[in-house]
């Protein structure tokens, strides 16, 4: 049995290496349209702020491994074209010509790419985007060749902001513009604003509330032109999001969901039983609400692959969906999230009440104790409790996986501030600042 | 009507203060024994190891304040002495001479001791236990009046370790002795094993498998005897755990539960319907097993307080139980416990299997990244979860709480690795070691 897939990052590999280790009988073939496979591409930021790393580091595993210890038939430098789900055939091109596979069970792995502005100028000389690895090694290479003292960046979202400490770790000057006032729109608003004032406070630039008309290039620098002013750089980062690499699966006739990414079943199926999109490209479930939604992380792409993997060879099992974890660290703070804020909340049909609390990181007059915030939103008819945000210098990273737990097992608030929390004083208060949020909130049920 | 209270720390004063702050008519009568309320006891061993630090810090909320502020009659340096049911009345003695008190709602909070050992020389100079703040007072001054450079811990327990850390960074010499060879015998050996090793390079010694017969004075220095050799140092610390005070219970014919604490049900009651029992002096409810067990932890002494004064001034709240979370601190490491180790479990009637795995606190190829071990249990017959135990330098201190979450909501271990959790570089994985040690376990079922 052939099993093809298209796109050899972390759903793609992940499939494979799974799929193949659990029947080895498998023809494994992977088409990956670069020259790079199996990476930790949220790990660029970090390994560009460090000039001694060398960005190929981030290769969690070589296209070699895969090929001869695993017995996958990987193929880089391939690029698919059409999917024919009827003759269930693939075509593509590589520089060897073009090429054509057939395939039993199909994966869809094809990820996504950064969002485009659609104003002139991204095409200059010193405008960069960052997902691939390749994009990783321009930017820095870029930065070294040309001694980049000052960037833009476009965007204020998580990569655009962690993209932002990099820069700044290398003492570039970073000024960063979006058209949206508000900065960090999804995060209530007290917590938005607490990171902002970090980013400030370590010179940064915000002009949050500014239209991006265009890039030029100004002698040896780029502007980014806004209404009334224009910002100066040796480099611009475009970084306002992802979109999905839907395209092949819509010409193919499948059908899109949410976000126009691939849309799939419990079982990570296309609408073509034959068919599976796992990572970037593809949607999935939101637990609390049991829609659709658009969620691209690293974990739901490796979870996906192996989904996939055991759905073909194995016995059928389904996903019951994620409720959108994530956490991102900006400068000294630790921002994380999971479930629904305020608006979701409402849209998805529930009644949301919610508060904000500041506690401590660690006990009573421990030294080194930081302040944490947490925002905490609940159904007000059911008490169910529906998501969390937090934002700190310490503890947040990992306290968020206590209420994605919660989520998951569909706790109310009251369920939640029941949980016997860890406490000692190095690490928590007695009441862990989760615990006491849900404690206040309790009180608007 | 008067609610009257034995006992002025966590569970006593978290009573005392909910109870007048949700009824302001209430008679809150609160009888402590010292001169000390609400402090943070589990501060101290951080207290004492800073030189700089006065121990009274550790003071969450002074008399005067309880008193002036919130109404409350304190009465400190009052010991109750007997408590007579029938007449709903308590008697005791303070400086002022005996005194008696009626009650109509009666709370024992009278917390633990220090376990004492039956060998001779506990009573000389130099030999201490840590419990009440006045015991750290005792000990800080002892040190900087003795110039103390020499120390010996009896018991290995997470205080003992914990003192052993504090009085390392004061620059003192430490050795441990116990009997029991096993080094922290309720977690799984590697981990137990991984703990021991950290201690012992911080130039500690160990004595496990010792027996200890006995404390002499030794010219200027006290000796700790055992079998064949004797530890020498300035001072003694007797560390090996605690025993719930609840002679005061059992001598009024209160029903006493696991461990010899007065027994409660879920709402806190002893055997009699108007007198409550809260804190280390009461037992509990266990979730997992719905067994009785004693957790003598400030968490439980708090929510314990606070249900207490629920119950009394509104309507009964029934409270679930606990599973027995805990975490310390010990040089460089976390240690975090949940649920029941795999001895426990196959007490309480389950068929459990484990695994132990290593992982990272942070992404691949990210710098500082530190080694996490993750012990988990689940039962062979149902899948269900049932405890971890984690060590690691980094990121195990929140971590455990996805586990005691998932422990409250009676997860299986299928349930808790489909759990979405928190990735980013500097903070973990993209698989949480948590989520790969519920896969390898998932293998075993």
Not at 1 to 16: R, T
Request: glycine residues 8%; neutral net charge; hydrophobic residues 40%.
């Amino acid at each position: 049995m052939n099993f093809v897939i298209i796109g050899g990052d972390a759903a793609g590999m992940s499939a494979a290496s799974r799929a193949k280790r659990k029947n080895k009988e498998l023809n494994v073939i992977v088409f990956e349209k670069t020259y790079d496979v199996s990476y930790s591409a949220c790990g660029m930021p970090y390994n560009i702020a460090d000039p001694a790393r060398d960005m190929d580091e981030l290769i969690v595993r070589r296209a070699e491994v895969f090929r001869q210890k695993q017995g996958i038939d990987l193929k880089v430098g391939h690029e698919v074209k059409k999917i024919d789900p009827k003759a269930k055939k693939i075509y593509g091109t590589s520089i060897q010509g073009e090429f054509e596979q057939p395939f039993d069970k199909l994966l869809i792995a094809t990820g996504a790419r950064p969002k485009s502005l659609n104003i002139p100028g991204t095409d200059l000389d010193g405008v960069f985007s960052l997902k691939s690895l390749e994009h990783g090694r321009q930017i820095k290479k870029y930065i070294k060749e040309k001694s980049v003292k000052q960037a833009v960046i476009i965007g204020m979202g998580y990569i655009a902001l962690e993209m932002c400490e990099a820069l700044r770790a290398l003492d570039i000057e970073v000024s960063m513009i979006k058209p949206n006032p508000r900065f960090l729109p999804k995060m209530e608003q007290e917590l938005a604003e607490r990171i902002k004032q970090v980013v400030l406070s370590h010179g940064v630039q915000l002009y949050a509330g500014s239209n991006v008309n265009g890039i030029e290039r100004k002698g040896e620098k780029l502007s980014v032109l806004s209404d009334d002013f224009s910002l100066d750089g040796d480099m611009v980062l475009i970084a306002v999001g992802v979109a999905p690499n839907s395209e092949l699966a819509q010409d193919a006739g499948l059908e899109l969901g949410a976000n126009n990414a691939i849309s799939v079943d419990r079982y990570f199926r296309t609408s073509n039983e034959d068919i599976y999109a796992a990572g970037d490209c593809a949607d999935t479930y939101n637990v609390i609400t049991g829609k659709k939604i658009y969620h691209p992380l690293a974990l739901l792409a490796n979870r996906g692959g192996w989904m996939v993997a055991d759905n073909i060879v194995g016995k059928e099992k389904e996903f019951k969906g994620i409720v959108a974890t994530s956490v991102f660290k900006v400068f000294e703070l630790q921002v994380a999230s999971t479930g629904l804020n305020e608006k979701q909340a409402q849209d998805a049909g529930f009644d949301p009440v919610s508060v904000t609390i500041n506690s401590r990181s660690r006990a009573h007059a421990h030294p080194g104790s930081k302040t944490i915030s947490v925002h905490m939103v609940a159904d007000k008819k059911t008490g169910q409790l529906l998501g969390t945000q937090m934002v700190g210098e310490e503890g947040v990273a990992h306290r968020i996986n206590s209420i994605a737990v919660a989520l998951h097992a569909n706790m109310s608030v009251d369920e939640y501030f029941g949980c016997d929390l860890a406490y000692a004083p190095p690490f928590s208060p007695v009441w862990d600042p989760t615990l006491t949020a849900a404690n206040v909130l309790k009180k608007k049920l």
